[in-house]
């Protein structure tokens, strides 16, 4: 059953957010809007703190249009990575409260085919699934650079039976989240580098996730938790296991 976390309204400024840029950051929840602002809150003990803004340069606004956005929180950065699969990024600064301006990670193309559905952001580089439920991974050089893909070893992720709603990376694991609202989860058995491993899915929640009540805004992981944000801006937990 899912769990209410009191505090502040999430995404609820009044600007609109894609579903796909609230971020789950350390102890803070970061929303970026489609003014290109960055806003956080802080999360303790399953209770939201209030919305302060990171001023900064606008974030997937300007230049190339961009195809994904993503949060990097090993390095405490937003990735951006425009059509073209250049990666570009913003530091963030939680305590200054502060957004730097865009440098640019250099390496290979990321994600440009059409085939490509998301990047996450690993430890040690950057991950890409496609449509065939295949993980490539791009591993950093050094903070500033990545190198070229490798495939990993893995069964179709959010390929097969109900169709997925929405599919994660959270820690040792891809979280889907299927049109039912049902929980599945493939655990990772080796590293992220070539001949790395997703074990087969097996069901993560007894919770029937994002549907029924008041539509969902944006979900979210959250350690060992998923976090559902609804149009009124409430915080909805769902415990994983």
């Known amino acids: 059953m899912a769990q209410h976390w009191h505090g502040a309204p999430v995404a609820s400024s009044g600007v609109h ?3 796909d840029r609230v971020f789950p950051a350390k102890n803070h929840i970061v929303v970026v809007n489609d003014n290109g602002e960055v806003w956080a809150h802080p999360v303790a003990h399953g209770s939201i ?12 606004v300007h230049g190339v249009p961009p195809k994904f956005v993503t949060l990097d929180k090993h390095h405490s950065r937003i990735l951006v990575i425009n059509a073209s699969g250049e990666v570009w990024a913003h530091d963030l600064d939680f305590n200054s409260h502060h957004t730097g301006n865009a440098y640019h990670v250099q390496g290979p193309a990321v994600g440009h085919a059409a085939h490509d559905l998301e990047i996450y952001a690993t430890k040690n580089g950057l991950a890409v699934r496609n449509s065939n439920g295949e993980i490539w991974v791009h591993h950093y050089v050094n903070r500033n650079a990545y190198g070229g893909a490798s495939k990993m070893n893995s069964p179709a992720i ?10 994660f990376k959270s820690h040792r694991r891809f979280i889907v989240v299927n049109t039912a609202g049902e929980v599945w989860a493939h655990q990772r058995t080796a590293g992220w580098d ?11 929640s007894n919770d029937a996730v994002a549907v029924g009540g008041v539509p969902a ?13 609804n149009q009124a801006g409430e915080v909805w937990a769902h415990t994983l296991h």
């Open 17 to 19: 957010v894609r579903h």
């Open 49 to 60: 703190g209030g919305a302060f803004q990171l001023p900064g340069p606008a974030v997937a």
């Open 158 to 167: 959010a390929v097969h039976g109900t169709p997925s709603r929405y599919v």
């Open 194 to 204: 070539h001949g790395g491993n997703f074990a087969g899915a097996y069901k993560a």
């Open 217 to 229: 805004k944006a979900v979210v992981p959250w350690k060992n938790y998923i976090l559902v944000i």
